[in-house]
Nanobody
Framework: QVQLQEFGGGLVQAGGSLRLSCAAS????????MGWYRQAPGLQRELVAT???????NYADSVKGRFTISRDNAKNTVYLQMDSLNPEDTAVYYC???????????????WGQGTQVTISS
């Protein structure tokens, strides 16, 4: 079983910064794409950013230039540096990973439990 554990959520003022991290644990062969999603109250969960093993990043338009996703493959960890935060960024942020459980197998998708990010105006 694979577990994703997020860290780093909290309450900050508009214009501030937060850094989220997500560490994968368990038995697996390799983690393919890692990413962050978020869900605000009353809204659907939306993509924030993704990063495959190649490191080629993808961002939602709403966070481009403000958020930076990175990963440490040796630590099976993905990070999300969030700068210039505004109240519209308030949401529960979820870590996501496509995990190859064994060599030659198919990837299985996993979610973290989520971490609350609240931006005050």
């Amino acid at each position: 079983q694979v577990q994703l554990q997020e860290f780093g959520g909290g309450l900050v003022q508009a214009g501030g910064s937060l850094r989220l991290s997500c560490a994968a644990s368990g038995r697996f062969f390799r983690i393919n794409v890692m990413g962050w999603y978020r869900q605000a109250p009353g809204l659907q969960r939306e993509l924030v950013a993704t990063i495959p093993t190649s490191g080629r990043t993808n961002y939602a338009d709403s966070v481009k230039g403000r958020f930076t996703i990175s990963r440490d493959n040796a630590k099976n960890t993905v990070y999300l540096q969030m700068d210039s935060l505004n109240p519209e960024d308030t949401a529960v942020y979820y870590c996501n990973a496509d995990v190859l459980l064994r060599n030659g197998g198919i990837a299985v998708n996993y979610w973290g439990q989520g971490t609350q990010v609240t931006i005050s105006s």
